[in-house]
């Protein structure tokens, strides 16, 4: 594991030499223009850069990372890039990308975060309350800990369709994309998608 920053420099060099080996044009075309199909949003863990896991090239993915995959709708840096991934953009599918083993999760369940970060992830212990009754009835930790990282997937999934953007598509009868729920699993490297009431899409919610 590189801990030099001059060996990533050196990475970045020897990359750049091979894209332009293997795809003669590759930067011309990648300084044009960004027309990204998905908007990916997920957790800030090093472990969970998407494009590696799903294959993915620059100019594929638009991104919103932060600490345990929070859709805030008080967010002014995630609703900015909600706001143009929609209606500039206009991507095709948003994933709402979580994962297993989320620090940020555990941290929220256990109460270990304080500060701005305790601040940050405390809607995951709001979560946690809610479904006490499921969580509590899974012995084991480990998976108790995973139940509710889908289950924050899935509030976030629900807090999307809270922020203005995503109201006002839906009241212009725009929501030409998809949304999607997914968890990533960090012990095969796999993603999993998670169902959840997806008429919701299509109902008319109401304008603000
Ligand atoms: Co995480």
Redesign the pocket.
């Known amino acids: 594991m590189p801990n030099n920053y001059k060996q990533l420099i050196e990475n970045n060099k020897s990359w750049a030499q091979k894209k332009k080996e293997y795809s003669p044009g590759y930067f011309e075309n990648l300084k044009l223009r960004q027309e990204p199909n998905f908007l990916y949003i997920g957790?800030?863990?090093s472990r969970?850069p998407l494009d590696t896991f799903t294959q993915t090239e620059p100019g594929e993915l638009f991104v919103h990372r932060n600490?345990?995959?929070q859709v805030s709708i008080t967010d002014i840096n995630f609703l900015s890039v909600l706001d143009y991934a929609v209606n500039v953009l206009r991507v095709k599918h948003i994933i709402v990308c979580?994962?297993y083993g989320?620090?940020?999760?555990n941290a929220a369940y256990h109460g270990f975060a304080r500060g701005l970060v305790g601040n940050w992830i405390s809607p995951i212990r709001d979560i946690a309350r809610k479904y006490k009754e499921e969580l509590d009835a899974i012995q084991d930790e480990e998976q108790r800990l995973n139940r509710l990282s889908e289950l924050n997937v899935l509030k976030q999934v629900g807090n999307l369709y809270k922020t203005h953007v995503i109201q006002q598509a839906a009241a212009e009868g725009k929501l030409d994309f998809q949304i999607h729920a997914w968890m990533l699993d960090l012990s095969n490297g796999l993603i999993m998608e998670l169902a959840f009431e997806k008429t919701q899409q299509k109902a008319p919610l109401k304008s603000n």
């Open positions: 957790c800030s863990d969970m600490i345990a995959n979580g994962h989320c620090g940020g999760v």
